[in-house]
Every structure is written in structure tokens, then in C-alpha cells.
């Protein structure tokens, strides 16, 4: 698909058309569109209809580096919704933007005290997407904010119906110093279980596969 064809499903009237050029802009790195797809954005934001749309041209934002959207990233940051789809990938995105290399792990830790658990996700998911590597004393500080993050207070209760953010940190930790890592990631296999429906504990098989994997230094495949 050619970037002006792209251009234009970007003012298309239908919901799809936007969602799946915003998709393709942002996996194929489209700098030339950054624009149009913020503008697109600015035209979406209000719709809650729309939320799809919205949550893929956000991350395509976030895949483009286009740092003039920051602002109205951190509006959707600032608002820390609990459960929404939409803050979660505005975490990411912010932290995308934010940052001044993947190196950086200040704009993780800046909004870690306050998170709530779609943010602290978003937060977490940046880390572990572009597989970050932030400086040690900034690894240890992320560790140690999120040592119990699959206890928040947004999770309890709820733990079988929402994911364990310190799946991200754990995929993370496979590009990090393993001396660093190694206490949290047997933290998360020893604690990796989730409360059903009925009150009884289930094994997080997932968490418990990124950690052996990460222990390896390997990277698992995350969506």
C-alpha cells in the first residue's frame, strides 16, 4: 500500500479503513505520514466508539517516535484510567516518546508511584517492546517498585480477569544483568498464580515461561 493510498484511508468515513492504515503506518515506519496520522488522531480522540482506531494509531504514534504528540499523550496518561485499553498503550507511547534512548529509564520511573494498573502495564510494556535497557541503578529501582505489582490494588480480587504486569518486566529482564534479575525473576515463577473465578489458585504458565526464559537471556514473543 502506497503512503498516499494511506494518506487517504486516513480520512476515510469508515472505522476500519483509519484503523488498518494506522496499523500499517506504524509497522512499515512511515515517517512521512507521522503528521497526518496525528492529525487523524486529534479527529478520533473524542469518538469512545472508536476505541480500536484509537488504540492502534496511538501505538503507531509511539513506533514513529513522533514526539510532537507527546502532549496529548500525556493527557491520556494523566487521566491513569485503571481499566482501559487506550491508557495502556498511551503508557507505552509516552514512554516512547519521553525517553531520550533506550537507555532512559526515568520516564518509567516518574510515573511508577502513581500508576495505576493500566498505566504501570503501558509503563512496563515499553521496557519489554523495545526491549529497553535502562541504567543499573534505574533496573533496580524498577525491580524493587515492582517486585508485587500483581498484587495492585487495581488487580485484587480480579486477578484471573487481568493480566500480571510483571509479565513485561520479565521479559525485559532477559536483556539485563542477570545479577540484577535473577531474585525477581524466581520472585515471579515462586508467585506466578492467579485466583479463578471459584476462589482457587491457577498457575500463570505464561509468567512462569518468560522468567525461565529470561533467566536464560532470552526474549519471549509478547503481543
Known amino acids: ?24 503506518i506504524g509497522k512499515e515506519q ?7 496520522l496525528f492529525t487523524a488522531y486529534i479527529k478520533e480522540r473524542n469518538d469512545k466508539r472508536t476505541w480500536e482506531t484509537q488504540v492502534e494509531m ?14 496529548e499523550v500525556e493527557l491520556l496518561v494523566m487521566q491513569n484510567a485503571p481499566y482501559d485499553t487506550l491508557t495502556i498503550f498511551a503508557a507505552r507511547t509516552y514512554v516512547q516518546l519521553k525517553r531520550s534512548s533506550l537507555n532512559d529509564g526515568q520516564p518509567v520511573l516518574s510515573l511508577l508511584p502513581h500508576a495505576r494498573l493500566s498505566v504501570l502495564t503501558g509503563l512496563l510494556m515499553a521496557l519489554s517492546t523495545d526491549r529497553m535497557a535502562p541504567e543499573r541503578e534505574d533496573c533496580k ?19 484471573y480477569g ?13 536483556g539485563w544483568d542477570k545479577q540484577l534479575t535473577a531474585g525477581f525473576l524466581h520472585h ?22 518468560i522468567c525461565k526464559k529470561a533467566l536464560s537471556g532470552k526474549y519471549s514473543k509478547l503481543n
Open 1 to 24: 500500500m502506497i503512503p498516499e493510498e494511506l494518506r487517504e484511508r486516513l480520512l476515510s468515513r469508515k472505522s476500519a479503513d483509519r484503523r488498518s492504515a494506522a496499523r500499517h
Open 30 to 36: 512511515l515517517t512521512s505520514l507521522s503528521a497526518p
Open 58 to 71: 496511538i501505538k503507531a504514534i509511539g513506533s514513529l517516535g513522533y514526539k510532537p504528540a507527546l502532549s
Open 141 to 159: 529501582d524498577i525491580i524493587r517498585a515492582c517486585w508485587d505489582a500483581n498484587k495492585h490494588p487495581d488487580r485484587t480480587g480480579q486477578e
Open 162 to 174: 487481568l493480566a500480571d504486569p510483571r509479565t513485561y518486566l520479565a521479559n525485559a529482564c532477559a
Open 188 to 209: 515471579c515463577i515462586f508467585t506466578a498464580f492467579d485466583i479463578n473465578l471459584l476462589g482457587n489458585k491457577v498457575e500463570n504458565k505464561t509468567l512462569t515461561d
